[in-house]
């Protein structure tokens, strides 16, 4: 990279006619994109040892300073003395991003309020100060900051619930957790209990009302709660909360407006409901009903299950090809060659792979790259430990709202890790069906070693790795007296 030109730099238009603002390099030009990303690469300069900003290249492609580069200009603030991208032109966007800060959050006696003080030093120190800018610019976010400023809205989490809309206020409360502005709490959970609360208060049956509020709290809810117990809830148990509820509801109101109404139920009326739903509506009603049996709403009767149906895996040459791709095209995303490694190297479920933080991968003091999964943690060997470096160390996203996380995919959510159904997405979007990949995988690393080996390392139960070794047709039952003849 290299320094940008002069103000004034013509503007290009690309094939489609849109215009993309790019500025002249001695290379030639580059987008605005690129210019701040280099503008924003701090670290140690080969060519000098400082440690400062690095926009420039040597000519081994190696970031350097723009001293080592040549010359390349100032990108020093004239404000705070630091180098880095300008906003403004001799104003840095960190000096620009303070400011609006300080704007944003200022009570009415003109200073920053205090208890929101951390907040505003979270959020300046954040690596790319233009994701804070942007996320400024935003519909809601200064309304709601003012709210909170003002002491209009009581800044706890029972003051969060009152804010609307929904998604930029849960935005910021997991910055003001990650902020230790608030307690922090189970975002899943609150989340659902919020939602099942407004949820059951705009229903109109007085008496489905009780019915469904008896449900949720003595089962649905108190079930999240167990889980909650013993660690913050996976993402997507919400969701199945809200599908449970409203299959409740649907089915109550279904049954209520039939001549014996719910207590009435015959077996032979919920027969006839099953043949029209769907795999997911039998398995929410089943467990509603044996509630409703047990609480002597309903007499004993009992829906049909669903048929499991089997995701036919991928085959080992499109595992294969997929692997290669990962590792070898470049126009994959980073987040999406890691993720598919995972996937078909060590068959891990895809909220798993959420959930991974940078701590579970280590280096030894002879630079090998392990990852743990289970005990012993599982090597990643050559070529594949090259993308997961080159990931670690150049491409980890930054956002706004995870600035400084220890997710190895950071959510746009602080606190949080990426959504499993974005990695699903995202996954989908290239053409690799995540199931189908997962099982193929799994099946044959399981025709490789013995499932007990698989499971202790993958973190699978070992009942799961013989399931998919006996569905690969593999055998161990000869592995200990072939690994003697061997020795």
Not at 103 to 124: F, H, I, K, N, R
Request: hydrophobic share 40%; proline share 9%; charged share 20%.
């Amino acid at each position: 990279m290299r320094p940008p030109a002069p103000r004034g730099t013509p503007r290009r238009r690309d094939p489609d006619g849109a215009v993309v603002a790019v500025r002249s390099w001695p290379e030639g030009p580059v987008c605005s994109g690129c210019f701040a990303t280099a503008c924003e690469t701090y670290g140690t300069c080969p060519g000098c040892g400082t440690h400062r900003l690095l926009p420039g290249r040597d000519t081994r492609g190696r970031p350097v300073c723009t001293d080592c580069a040549g010359g390349l200009g100032d990108f020093t603030c004239s404000r705070c003395g630091k180098e880095g991208w300008n906003h403004y032109r001799k104003v840095c966007g960190r000096c620009v991003l303070t400011d609006r800060l300080t704007d944003a959050l200022t009570d009415d006696t003109g200073q920053v309020s205090p208890p929101l003080v951390p907040l505003l030093t979270y959020l300046a120190a954040m690596p790319r100060p233009r994701t804070g800018i942007l996320w400024l610019t935003k519909p809601h976010t200064r309304r709601l900051l003012d709210e909170l400023a003002h002491g209009r809205v009581p800044l706890t989490h029972h003051g969060m619930d009152q804010l609307s809309p929904p998604r930029a206020v849960a935005h910021l409360r997991h910055l003001l957790i990650a902020a230790g502005v608030l307690t922090p709490v189970d975002a899943t959970l609150n989340r659902t209990t919020v939602w099942a609360a407004d949820y059951l208060a705009d229903l109109t049956s007085e008496e489905e009302r009780r019915v469904l509020q008896r449900y949720d709290r003595w089962v649905l809810h108190r079930r999240l709660e167990h889980t909650a117990r013993a660690g913050p809830l996976l993402p997507g148990r919400d969701t199945n909360h809200r599908y449970q509820l409203r299959q409740a509801h649907e089915f109550l109101t279904w049954a209520r407006a039939r001549p014996g109404g719910l207590d009435g139920l015959a077996q032979a009326d919920l027969d006839a409901w099953a043949t029209t739903a769907t795999s997911g509506q039998r398995t929410a009603v089943r467990a509603f009903l044996a509630w409703t049996a047990r609480t002597g709403l309903s007499p004993q009767v009992e829906v049909p299950l669903p048929l499991h149906q089997q995701v036919p895996p991928i085959g080992q040459a499109e595992r294969i090809r997929w692997i290669r791709r990962a590792v070898h095209d470049p126009q994959v995303d980073p987040v999406d060659a890691v993720v598919i490694l995972l996937l078909l190297l060590y068959a891990q479920p895809v909220p798993t792979i959420s959930r991974l933080k940078l701590t579970d991968l280590t280096l030894d003091h002879d630079g090998r790259l392990a990852i743990n999964l289970g005990d012993p943690p599982a090597p990643v060997t050559a070529p594949f430990d090259r993308v997961f470096l080159d990931y670690l160390q150049h491409a980890v996203p930054v956002t706004t709202g995870n600035p400084h996380s220890l997710w190895l995919f950071p959510g746009r959510h602080a606190t949080l890790p990426l959504h499993p159904n974005s990695l699903r997405l995202r996954l989908q979007h290239l053409g690799l069906a995540p199931a189908a990949a997962r099982i193929g995988a799994l099946r044959h690393l399981a025709a490789q070693a013995p499932p007990a080996i698989i499971s202790q390392m993958l973190g699978y139960a070992t009942t799961t790795t013989e399931r998919r070794s006996k569905e690969a047709a593999a055998t161990w039952a000869r592995y200990a007296a072939s690994r003697a003849q061997s020795t």
